[in-house]
């Protein structure tokens, strides 16, 4: 495709729910990166997969935040038992190779509301 | 992790008036890039700057490495120019570490 896209835009849940958010990488991407965004602060990184595998989980907050990328291109960010303080943008990038040295392109984020 | 730090947190502008963002971080860097979100939330690469000068447009930006400083220039603003302006570092590792960001306004 021609960016980064990510379902759905906007996803409201109640309290102790279970989300999925997806992500669609660019094309031949072998980088991506989850990042959240919380109202008037800059994002906020999560975890990075380089093909399949999560190289760097270092900022999932706690164990009720998940990710994968069975196939190494599309990536599924879950979040189980959701708490309001996890309502925020979760923004995805990818980038051709390793983020260190490399673009990063983001997609337009998904807002997450927890009631 | 990285500090980053960005200046002004706000800033106002007529429009056609020129600006300059800075941006500081706390330790050497692979990887800077400038964005611009817009009132939509897309994060929209500027420039990827991790040291030297470049121009795109209205817009340059230049990056002294060694003095761990980026500046971004705005010439010229127009009201589309309005948004938050990020300054996002990769140290060591391959995660980006953005500053608070630079909110600007541009009005007719």
């Known amino acids: 495709g021609a960016g980064v896209s990510q379902t759905p835009s906007n996803k409201v849940t109640e309290k102790g729910k279970y989300v999925e958010l997806r992500c669609d990488p660019i094309s031949g991407h072998t980088a991506l990166y989850w990042y959240r965004q919380s109202l008037g602060q800059g994002p906020e990184f999560l975890i990075y997969?380089?093909?399949?595998?999560?190289?760097?989980d270092s900022g999932l907050p706690n164990d009720r935040f998940f990710a994968v990328r069975p196939e190494g291109s599309v990536s599924t960010l879950k979040i189980q038992r959701t708490e309001r303080g996890d309502s925020a943008v979760y923004l995805c990038?990818?980038?051709?190779?390793?983020?260190?040295?490399?673009?990063?392109?983001f997609g337009p984020g998904t807002r997450l509301t927890v009631l | 992790g990285i500090q980053v730090e960005q200046s002004p947190p706000d800033l106002i502008l007529q429009e056609g008036a020129n600006s300059t963002l800075r941006c500081n971080f706390s330790?050497?860097?692979?990887?800077l890039q400038w964005f611009h979100q817009n009132p939509w939330g897309q994060l929209i690469n500027l420039f990827y700057?991790?040291?030297g000068t470049k121009q795109n447009g209205r817009l340059s930006a230049t990056t002294v490495a060694t003095e761990r400083y980026s500046l971004l220039y705005i010439s010229s603003s127009q009201t589309t120019d309005s948004g938050v302006y990020f300054c996002?570092?990769?140290?060591?590792?391959?995660?980006?570490?953005f500053g608070t960001g630079t909110s600007l306004t541009v009005i007719p």
């Open positions: 330790d050497s860097v692979n990887n």
């Open positions: 990038a990818s980038s051709l190779g390793t983020g260190g040295t490399d673009t990063q392109y």
């Open positions: 700057i991790p040291s």
């Open positions: 996002a570092v990769v140290s060591t590792g391959n995660q980006f570490y």
């Open positions: 997969f380089q093909g399949t595998g999560a190289a760097d």
